[in-house]
């Protein structure tokens, strides 16, 4: 793209303001703009746009900093996905890292998808096609889904985050709805089956269910243990 540069009052303004680039197989366009000040850190503005066909192909491009760890689940629990629209936005001075080495320059990354299939927790069922929005933004990550499978329940409503990826905890909440059998399914397919064995081995259940679902996973730590818990209607 086009590159400019001129003199302003409060320093030199550089913009690009039509970017066209790929990256990880991704459709990527946009402006940048940098405002280099006398005696001061720069002003960063960046706007990207981005589509994708395969989302996963974004992964290598995490930054270090959010830790081994949780790296490690984010590259284990994106399956799939297909990026549908998204933007990345930086409107700050481009400000020294802290004591701990992280990065201060606010961000925030939005990326809406479809077809995605997230794995939240080993051993646990992959949620599939969902709808979902992901909101990364300075070092966390909210998930907003709907309109996906897991154990073939019907999601209704899936809420996740992840505060700090510096010291990474995942909250997961979720209603799902189907068939008892679905239920049972998802019990099987799920640590759950140790806490329920007798009465998986036991009993059998059909017609219509619907379930409140909580997960809570310290992913900053290596194996992470599961917190579960819920109610079943």
Known sequence: GTVRWARRDD???????????????????????????????????L??????QDAAALKPYMPKTWGVNTRAWLTRAL????????ELTIHAPMTPRDADNHTTIPWQLRLNVTGAALEFARDWPVAENLTAQLDFHDGGL??????????????????????????????????????????????????????LAGL??????????SAEL????????PQPPVEASGTVD
């Not at 399956?79 to 998204?86: D, F, L, M, Q």
């Not at 999601?155 to 997961?172: G, M, P, S, T, V």
């Open 214 to 221: 909580s997960l809570r996973v310290p992913l900053h730590i």
């Open 142 to 195: 909210d998930i907003a889904a709907s309109d996906g499978t897991v154990s073939g329940a019907r999601i209704e409503r899936l809420r996740a985050d992840i505060a700090n990826f510096f010291e990474a905890d995942l909250k997961l909440d979720g209603r799902i709805a189907g068939d008892a059998a679905d239920f049972y399914r998802l019990f099987r397919d799920s640590p759950l089956r140790t806490r």
């Open 200 to 209: 998986l081995a036991r009993t059998e259940a059909s017609g219509p269910a």
């Open 47 to 52: 706007r990207l746009d981005l589509r994708s």
């Open 11 to 45: 320093g030199w303004r550089i913009d690009s303001p039509a970017l066209d680039m790929r990256l990880g197989g991704s459709e990527v366009g946009g402006e940048l703009g940098l405002t280099l000040h006398d005696g001061q850190v720069p002003d960063l503005d």
């Open 79 to 86: 399956k799939e996905a297909r990026v549908t629209s998204g």
